[in-house]
C-alpha cells in the first residue's frame, strides 16, 4: 500500500477530481461524471429474469440492527428501519436482516427469529416497508422482498452479548484460538445438520405464507452457511469433497421446492475471502489501533480453511470454487445472487471498506477505495461469467458522494445487474432514489463510515448511524456509546 495519507473523500468536491483519484491508486472503478434522471436513468430500468420482475436497479443490502426482543420479537426502531427500507425506492429489497432459523443460531440475543410466535410481527414488517414505499414512490409495482434467513454457526451469541456459544463445523487454527475453543470443542455432527437444514425449511415455509417474493440462504460472513464452504477438513456427508461442502445448500433447496413451490430463492456469498486480520500491535498510536495486518500463516499452506481464496497464497482470492458454486446455483434454478465477502468479525476492511475502524478493528490497511474495486471487479468477472442470473453487488458505500456517478457507470457497463447499499440506507435512504430523480443531494446525510453502527452492536447497544441520525445520536444508546467512545 502507498504510505501516503489515505485521501479523506468527503474533501473531494468533484467527480473529475475523484476519477483524478482513482487513477493515482491505478484503481480501475467505472464512474459517469453526469446522473442521467428520470425513466431514462440506468438504475431505473426494471429487470426481468424467469418469473420475476424488480422494477429498477436499486438493492438494500441486509441491515440488522441489534434491536429485536430476546424472543426474537421486532421493536420500534426495527419497524422504522424497514419503513426507512421501503423509502429508499429500492426495488429489491435484499432479505430485510439476518433473521435466524433458531434460537441458537441467533448472532446476537436480538436478532429478529423465524418463528411461529413471530410470524404476525415479520407480517407486520413487511408491510410497513410496502406502505413507505408505495408513499415515497407511488407503487409498489416491481417490488420485490425477501427475507435473510441465517444461522450464526461460528459467530452465535444467542443469549448474551459478550458470550460467544459457537456451533462449528470443523477446527480452524486461527478462528478457534480467537474464540478461545479448547482442542476437544464440541462440533456440530451430520445429525445436528439434518435438524438445521430443517429450520430452514420450517423458516422458509412461514416466508411464502407471508409473501415474501424469496428467501436468501445465507452463505456469506463467516456464518454457517459459509462455513460449509470451507469445511475441507471435515469429515462425513458434509466436509471433504466441493460436492459434500455444497450438500447443505442443495438440501436446504430441495426442501423449499417441495414446501413452498412458488417462493423464489437467492443465496448471499462471501464469494473472496482472505485470512484474518489483526491490528499491528508495533504501530499502535496514543490508544488507536494500529493497521490491519493478516496473520501468519506461513506454518498453514496449503491454506485449507478459506472459501474462494489461494490456498498457496490465503492472502489472494481465487474464484475458481466460487465459479463451481453458481453453477451449482444456476443447475438449481437460484437466480437472485448477492456478492460480497470476507467477514465483519476477521476481516472487515475486506466486507465493508471504511476510512475509520470499529472499537474492535483495526485502522485500514488499504485505501478503503481498494475495498471497493476489490468486490466491483469480482462482481464483473462472475457477472460476465453468469449472464442468466442476477447478481446484486456489495460495497458502495464508501463511494460517499459519487455513490450515484460509480452506481450508474456500473449498471450501464453491465458490471453488476443491482448496486446493493448496506450503511448508506441507515444514513440517508433515498440517496440514489433522489440522485436519479434530479432532486437535489443532501450531503451532511451521506455516510462517512465513521463504523458507530458496527461499534454499537460490539458493545452491546443497538445499532444504527448514531453520527448522522437524529433518533439514535440523541437517545439514551447514544449517551452511553459517545462515554464508551471517550473511553
Ligand atoms: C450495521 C450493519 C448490519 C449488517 N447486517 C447484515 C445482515 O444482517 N446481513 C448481511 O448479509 N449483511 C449485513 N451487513 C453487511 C451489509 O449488508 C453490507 O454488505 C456491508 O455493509 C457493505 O456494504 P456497504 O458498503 O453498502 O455498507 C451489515 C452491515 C452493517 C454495517
Ligand atoms: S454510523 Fe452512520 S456514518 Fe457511520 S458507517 Fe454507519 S451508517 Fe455510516
Known sequence: MSSLPILRLGSVKEVARFKQHLASLALEIPCDTEIITGPESPLRRPIVREKLRIGNRIAVQPMEGWDGTTDGYPSESTFRRWQHFGRSGAKLIWGGEAVAVSHEGRANPNQLLAADHTTASLARLRAVLVAEHVKATGSEDGLVIGLQLTHSGRFSRPNAHDRNEPR???????????????????????????????????????????????????????????????????????????????????????????????????????????????????????????????????????????????????????????????????QLGVHLVNLTAGSPYYNPHIQRPALYPPSDGYQPPEDPLAGVARQMQMTRQLKQRFPNLIIVGSAYSYLQDFLPYVAQAAIREGWTDCVGIGRMVLSYPEFLWDASEGKPIQHKRICRTFSDCTTAPRNGLPSGCYPLDPYYKNSEAGERLLALKKG
Open 168 to 330: 462449528i463445523l470443523y477446527r480452524h487454527p486461527l478462528l478457534d484460538r480467537r474464540l478461545q475453543l479448547p482442542p476437544d470443542y464440541p462440533i456440530l455432527t451430520d445429525v445436528d445438520i439434518a435438524r438445521i437444514v430443517e429450520d430452514f425449511h420450517r423458516a422458509s415455509a412461514i416466508a411464502w405464507k407471508l409473501g415474501f417474493d424469496f428467501v436468501d440462504i445465507k452463505h456469506c460472513h463467516g456464518y454457517l452457511g459459509h462455513e460449509f464452504l470451507s469445511a475441507h477438513t471435515r469429515e462425513g456427508n458434509y466436509g471433504g469433497s466441493f460436492e459434500n461442502r455444497t450438500r447443505f445448500l442443495r438440501e436446504v433447496v430441495q426442501g423449499i421446492r417441495s414446501i413452498a413451490p412458488g417462493l423464489h430463492i437467492g443465496v448471499r456469498l462471501s464469494a473472496a475471502d482472505t485470512v484474518p486480520f489483526t491490528t499491528d500491535p508495533q504501530r499502535a498510536t496514543n490508544g488507536k489501533a494500529g493497521p490491519g495486518v493478516p496473520a501468519d500463516v506461513s506454518n498453514l499452506i496449503p491454506y485449507r480453511w478459506g472459501f474462494g481464496v489461494n490456498a498457496t497464497t490465503p492472502t489472494r482470492e481465487d474464484l475458481a470454487e466460487p465459479i463451481r458454486f453458481l453453477t451449482v446455483l444456476e
